[in-house]
Antibody, heavy 116, light 110 residues
Framework: QVQVVESGGGVVQPGTSLRLSCAAS????????MHWVRQVPGKGLEWLTA????????YYAQSVRGRFTISRDSSKNTLYLEMNSLRAEDTAVYYC?????????WGQGTLVTVSS | QSVLTQPPSVSAAPGQKVTISCSGS????????VDWYQQLPGTAPKLLIY???KRPSGIPDRFSGSKSGTSATLGITGLQTGDEADYYC???????????FGGGTKLTVL
């Protein structure tokens, strides 16, 4: 059963860092492009970043470029999102998603709240 | 302001048909696959349509997708109360090398 499970969310202060994890099961992470998408509660989806399966090319939305970093650990079959210099506007539910046909498999999301 | 433009809301009666539009540009909708996602209240998005008009396994044929130029459309026939959800279109933008979503459309089945 293909599944991704996010973790690592919580309440943090502005300017600090946080690392989210996305544990994959039922498939090999490195065989798929993987994405992070976030959603401010009550608002729409915002694509953040992706890592390609073969070349490990990384792509970032302008809103997070230079602050967020996507990476993966093949030995742990886990995707990461390192978030630095967090701002109040980064408060959202963060989803990871596996790309197969499109963004086929999404996790349940992890809530990040940036507040002093 | 989303790169892809969707109507904020649509509504129709049970059993009826509804369409949701998604407008973009040549760098995204016009030259890349458009996908549609359904997000039921309190849940993660779910892939509904991929590559403009294809349905993943398990998605009923009441859901359909089409595209013409820089606009795509999601159609839902035989509306059910369980279809009440937010619907998002998504695509890759080749000029910016980023993923883009529409702002989402809330479907109400009256």
């Amino acid at each position: 059963q293909v599944q991704v499970v996010e973790s690592g969310g919580g309440v943090v202060q502005p300017g600090t860092s946080l690392r989210l994890s996305c544990a994959a099961s039922g498939f090999t992470l490195t065989n798929h492009d993987m994405h992070w998408v976030r959603q401010v509660p009550g608002k729409g989806l915002e694509w953040l970043t992706a890592i390609s399966h073969g070349t490990s090319n990384k792509y970032y939305a302008q809103s997070v470029r230079g602050r967020f970093t996507i990476s993966r650990d093949s030995s742990k079959n886990t995707l990461y999102l390192e978030m630095n210099s967090l701002r109040a506007e980064d408060t959202a539910v963060y989803y990871c998603a596996q790309q197969y046909l499109a963004l086929d498999n999404w996790g349940q999301g992890t809530l990040v709240t940036v507040s002093s | 302001q989303s790169v892809l433009t969707q109507p904020p809301s649509v509504s129709a009666a049970p059993g009826q048909k509804v369409t949701i539009s998604c407008s973009g540009s040549n760098s995204n909708v016009g030259n890349n696959n458009v996908d549609w996602y359904q997000q039921l209240p309190g849940t993660a998005p779910k892939l509904l349509i991929y590559a403009d008009n294809k349905r993943p396994s398990g998605i009923p044929d009441r859901f359909s997708g089409s595209k013409s130029g820089t606009s795509a459309t999601l159609g839902i026939t035989g509306l059910q109360t369980g279809d009440e959800a937010d619907y998002y279109c998504g695509a890759w933008d080749s000029s910016l090398d980023v993923g883009v979503f529409g702002g989402g459309t809330k479907l109400t089945v009256l």
